[in-house]
């Protein structure tokens, strides 16, 4: 398949060419959207600016790839994801800020940090300068605990009210992600509180782990993620055994080395490639996973390379050279997404069309087929300079973007079709063991679990003993909505419908998410 | 097992075994106890309460047959005079309890304590306890007891039991040993109020809390706020005074009546306000009883 019609392209601008780049008849397209971009009523001016650079970029030719890699690409087997032609930084960067605190940095012009006062003033001074958007603020607690008796108790939760406020405001990005626990701090249960009081968008985890994170602060915890969906529960002990203690979980739920990152994220889309096979459920096991598998491999090698070896990234920047990132600790993610409407849709074909993934045994069983059957053949090959996951690419989730129509988020059972709260938990949990690199699950209660968080904390550990590594907790009338992975103001949707600017990039991508996926907003309340 | 006939409990199975009768098993609460937990609705009970919310769980089924021809899903059939029900062609319509006459159901499990055990365990990790509820447990107090001691055989679950109070202290000491607590419902301080609500007086009730406080094994005493009943400031403030005799510790959690799920003149009454919830914590408050809550 080599035609490009305008269908083909719908998720590229007009005025892109894979193997050409900009061409002189396409210039007017381009300008028109320069344009556009300019005359914008409801961005402001950083997103402006960053819709202008993307434009530029995809003047450029993509990396080469093979014509079959391109095909796949064209007919939205594969997802670049607004990345745009090629990458020029990583795309998600989780620096060693201890080490930027405890050493100084001589790009910065900033010595060791003394005090609270220095150590948040050098984090926000960081995060300014991030090489890639700041997706990871940090282990805020580890960070700042050997600070906090520098001054008085009261003067500490000033001094991080105003931190959190603003990591939030000069961030303004529901993918920004900082991380607390497993061990119980002064700063980690002050952080919950403020969080809890500012209602920032700013994405929060709690490594959780039975055994060392005490039960008042998981429950303290609880409490924030039923008023403020947040933080996330993450399974600490499953994450150490797959990446070791130093990992982080950055913009949505990502799991990445932390001094390390993510070179690309390119998506793969479950339902999109049945086209490739006979519809058969062995047919696309057996080959349409493998050939596409090894083709994506070599899309997503064509922009680890072109970062790596033509913009020579790790050559030329202060990260790299104070030791605050490390090229041997980044991998990329191969992002899955539409397993629910593969695994449906395949059943369909089999004379099995009853059987819909969430509710049915068969339906369970052949979305883990599936699942397990891509990692390994992630496995089989090697990825471009990927040191920070024994050089492979990294087997991710993806949660979606709002042009996803009809395709269910990562490998979640579409929404509105989950099952009551145990087997909804049962039928994700194998998969969630399946990938490493960021999954995640969305479960929500009514008022009651309020009145009894130990409630939701045996719910949290029964999950996590079944193999979930994350899960994302709201109420029922939370004044935040999960979408997929990220957070956005129940308000801020209303805003966007009417084109007014918001702070929020991430806002955007929900209200998007909310016009294509409408049942989203009416998940139904578990009654408990 | 065969169905129970006629308005007599029975307790133990043709071979021995305590069976319990089993209206429904609810695999996630949050509001009967601490923590999640399951909890069981045994069949049948000694009060008869105006507002009763699930009245279909009062009587045994008298295998009347009324409900027979009633089931869209032909899921009843009446046998040898008994009404048997098909669980598997059940869908849960629930026409069979609104036309039952009796205030009772057809759709009731004759269980061994193992039986209900097996139920629960595939989602005990889930969980922290296993509450009994009803209808009134303690009417089936044999089978709860052998059903704790199977929880307790196998697994950490903890044990609660709902009880309406109104119980025999030989009843309560053969159940302390197997149950982590009880959770008391108080209808009425007022003992002309708790007569016209229940139709018993609640001497035995206030006997209970008592003896269970003295052994530390009282959860909490509810009481649902019924305008008209036991809404008044002065009766929450004797009550609490009351329980502050027994032990300032004890939880006394007011619950607000809601029309909707009562039967016959209870469906006009009114759910009262926040204000007078408000206003009864308050009072009850003031006495010094240290943990006084209310429902949302």
């Given amino acids: ?528 | 097992m065969e169905a129970v006939g006629q308005n007599k409990m029975r307790t133990t199975s043709d071979d021995g075994i305590e069976v319990g009768l089993v209206n429904k098993v609810l695999s996630q609460s949050f509001v009967d106890g601490p923590g999640n937990r399951a909890v069981v609705f045994l069949q049948g009970c000694n009060f008869n309460c105006l507002y009763c919310h699930n009245p279909y769980m009062i009587n045994l089924c008298n295998h009347c047959g009324e409900c027979v021809a009633q089931c869209p899903q032909n899921a009843l059939t009446l046998k040898s005079g008994c009404v048997t029900w098909n669980s598997d062609a059940c869908v849960e319509c629930d026409r069979c309890i609104e036309i039952c006459p009796h205030n009772s159901s057809p759709q009731v499990r004759t269980m061994s304590p193992k039986d209900l055990w097996e139920d629960i365990e595939p989602i005990a990790t889930f969980l922290s306890g296993v509450t009994m509820s009803g209808g009134e447990a303690c009417q089936q107090t044999p089978f709860v007891r052998e059903f704790f001691s199977e929880v307790r055989d196998k697994s950490n679950l903890n044990t609660l039991i709902q009880t309406n109070g109104d119980l025999l202290l030989e009843e309560i000491e053969m159940l302390l040993p197997v149950t982590d607590w009880f959770m008391v419902d108080l209808k009425a301080f007022n003992s002309t109020a708790h007569q016209q609500l229940t139709g018993r007086t609640n001497h035995r009730v206030l006997e209970t809390i008592r003896f269970l406080a003295r052994h530390k094994k009282l959860f909490q005493v509810r009481q649902v706020i019924v305008p008209g009943f036991n809404n008044s400031e002065s009766q929450a403030t004797e009550m609490a005074e009351h329980l502050m005799a027994i032990d300032p510790n004890i939880t006394l959690t007011f619950l607000r009546f809601r029309p909707h799920g009562a039967r016959g003149e209870a469906k006009t009454w009114k759910a009262p306000s926040d204000e007078i919830m408000d206003r009864l914590v308050e009072a009850a408050k003031k006495t010094g009883l240290q943990h006084v809550n209310r429902s949302i």
């Fill in chain 1, 1 to 528: 398949m080599t035609k490009h019609d305008t269908t083909i392209y719908s998720k590229f601008n007009p005025y892109e060419d894979f193997q050409q780049g900009l061409t002189s008849d396409k210039l007017e397209s381009y300008r028109t959207s320069v344009l556009e971009t300019l005359k914008s009523s409801g961005l402001i001016l950083r997103q402006k600016r960053d819709n202008l650079a993307l434009g530029a970029i995809c003047t450029l030719p993509y990396p080469q790839v093979s014509d079959r890699a391109r095909e796949l690409i064209e007919d939205e087997t594969f997802c670049l994801i607004s990345e745009g032609a090629a990458p020029y930084h990583p795309r998600y960067v989780a620096p060693d800020y201890q080490k930027l605190l405890s050493q100084g940095s001589e790009f910065l012009e900033l010595a060791p940090a003394t005090d609270l006062y220095e150590a948040t003033a050098h984090l926000l001074t960081a995060y300014y300068y991030l090489p890639s958007e700041p997706v990871f603020l940090g282990r805020i607690d580890a960070l700042l605990e050997p600070f906090i008796d520098t001054v008085d108790e009261k003067t500490a939760a000033h001094v991080l009210r105003s931190f959190w406020l603003m990591a939030d405001r000069l961030n303004p990005n529901a993918f920004s992600h900082a991380n607390i626990g497993p061990e119980d701090t002064k700063i980690g249960r002050l952080l919950l509180d403020i969080d809890r009081e500012l209602k920032t968008l700013t994405n929060l985890t709690l490594r959780y782990d039975p055994d060392i994170t005490p039960d008042s602060f998981a429950l303290q915890a609880v409490a924030n993620t039923l008023e403020v969906t947040k933080p996330y529960f993450l399974n600490h002990p499953s994450m150490v055994e797959a990446w070791g203690e130093d990992y982080v979980t950055a913009s949505c739920y990502n799991t990445m080395p932390l001094g390390g990152g993510i070179y690309t994220l390119v998506r793969y889309n479950f339902k999109v490639a049945m086209a490739h096979g006979d519809g058969s459920i062995d047919n696309y096991l057996d080959r349409v996973i493998p050939e596409t598998v090894e083709r994506f491999v070599e899309v997503v090698n064509s922009r680890i390379r072109f970062l790596v070896e033509e913009t020579e990234w790790f050559e030329s920047n202060f990260w790299v050279q104070e030791g605050l990132l490390y090229r041997d600790r980044f991998t990329a993610y191969a992002g899955v997404y539409g397993l629910a409407e593969a695994v449906n849709e395949l059943l369909v074909n089999a004379g099995n069309s009853a059987a819909r993934f969430g509710n049915n045994p068969t339906a369970n069983e052949l979305a883990e087929r599936i699942v397990v059957r891509f990692g390994e053949e992630l496995e089989k090959h090697p990825g471009a300079y990927c040191g920070g996951k024994d050089g492979k690419i990294t087997y991710h989730a993806q949660v979606g973007i709002s042009s996803d129509i009809d395709v269910s988020p990562a490998t979640r059972i579409p929404s509105g079709e989950e099952p009551e709260l145990y087997a909804h938990l049962a039928a994700e949990a194998p998969l969630h063991r399946a990938i490493d690199g960021g999954v995640s699950t969305v479960i929500e209660f009514d008022q009651t679990a309020k009145e009894n968080p130990q409630a939701v904390l045996d719910i949290i550990q029964a999950a996590h003993g079944m193999g979930i590594r994350a899960l994302s907790i709201g109420s029922s009338n939370s004044e935040f909505i999960r979408v997929s992975g990220w957070l956005i103001r129940r308000s801020d949707l209303e805003r966007a419908k009417d084109e007014k600017a918001l702070r929020h990039s991430s806002s955007y991508l929900g209200a998007g998410f909310f016009d294509t996926k409408p049942t989203h907003l009416h998940r139904i309340a578990r009654k408990v």
